[in-house]
């Protein structure tokens, strides 16, 4: 994607709210735009990724929430839709599933705490499988959508990023654009900026390059080339007095501990992503559960850290889930979901 695509319960909402940098896709017809927070699409792909990496990598899928209005969907978060995989590796619902599902997409707006958003469509994620639409997807598109909502097929490449193509309409679901990640996307991220306003100072500085070649070249030339030539090799040889200045220290690298909250029948299964590098060193890590105004703290040892899940025995609609991991060098990294609000 142009840009990095909660899986996590409750992240959705915190990302939809938070003050964010707006990605924007627009259709080559101007018909269709879609506005969304970076966040919200990163903590799409990162979930995707992270249900692609294992040793059998696994198909995900989920429903965008927002507003809706002439033409443009504004996307606010997102919501899994519960898949047991029990059909195989592949997004593919069983039946009871697929009886349930229209409740489950009428109950989002209260397990989201967003009544005020609306269903835009949903996703489906295809790990290193190519991005061809499957019976059973349209099917399903088909069933529970409307004419006019989104369907975004995602293909996980093997490293972790995704590429889009964003499909619209009921009969036939027909594809309106494809979004792939763009050279530079990434470095234009880090400074805050859309991939278009990059190519838009790149296209100025094209075009005052093109001026400055169109300069006449006028009898001081030789002159100024003859200046400009002794002033460098003056530079240069000061230069090479002096010991090279250090170079600077490296930047600390970003990490996420994907943490996130599943509901199992023994209870919860409480799981982060124990492949994110920084961890290979964590010195001490503590889990903090909430659970009906009851407070559960915990110690992980590295064993268990490295483990990637604990499983937490709770019959309770909502748990909160903190979880803090010391680092070498003293760094500390928290992240906190809420499961069921």
């Known amino acids: 994607m142009a840009e990095g695509m909660k899986g996590r319960k409750g992240e959705g909402k915190a990302a939809g709210q ?69 059909r195989g590796p592949s997004f593919l619902l069983t039946k009871d599933e697929v009886a349930g599902l229209r409740d489950f997409l009428n109950r989002l707006p209260e397990l989201t705490g967003r009544s005020e958003d609306q269903l835009l469509g949903w996703f489906v994620a295809h790990p290193h499988a190519g991005a061809v639409l499957r019976d059973d997807e349209i099917s399903l598109h088909q069933r529970f959508f409307r004419a006019n909502d989104l369907f975004l097929l995602m293909e996980i490449l093997a490293d972790g990023t995704a590429e889009v193509t964003v499909h619209r309409g009921a009969m036939p679901l027909g594809p309106k654009w494809r979004i792939v990640p763009a050279p530079g996307a990434r ?63 490296p930047s600390q690298p970003m990490m996420t501990l994907s943490l996130r909250v599943d509901r199992q029948a ?23 559960i909430t659970d009906r105004g009851q407070v559960t703290e915990r110690q992980l040892d590295a064993a268990e850290i490295r483990s990637g899940f604990l499983v937490y025995a709770s019959a309770s609609p ?14 500390t990294v928290r992240e906190r979901v809420i499961y069921g609000q």
């Open 18 to 86: 938070a003050v964010d940098r707006l990605v924007t896709w627009e259709s080559g017809d101007g018909e269709c735009r879609i506005v969304c927070p970076a966040g919200v699409l990163e903590s799409i792909r990162r979930e995707c990724a992270m249900a692609a990496r294992g040793p059998v990598p696994l198909g995900s899928g989920g429903a965008l929430l927002g507003e809706y209005s002439g033409g443009t969907y504004r996307l606010r978060s997102w919501h899994p839709i519960p898949c047991r995989h029990q």
């Open 187 to 249: 470095a234009a991220a880090a400074a805050g900026e859309t991939p278009r306003g990059e190519e838009r100072k790149a296209a100025a500085r094209r075009s005052e390059d093109r001026k400055k070649e169109a300069r006449p070249a006028g009898p001081l030339v030789p002159a100024l080339v003859v200046l400009v030539m002794a002033v460098a090799l003056a530079g240069w040889l000061q230069f090479r007095q002096k010991e090279p200045a250090a170079p600077p220290s």
């Open 266 to 288: 023994q209870g919860f299964l409480i799981r982060w992503n124990p492949l994110e590098p920084s961890l290979a060193n964590a010195a001490r890590a503590r889990m903090r």
């Open 318 to 331: 909502v748990l909160e889930v903190e979880m803090e991991v010391g680092l070498s060098g003293g760094r």
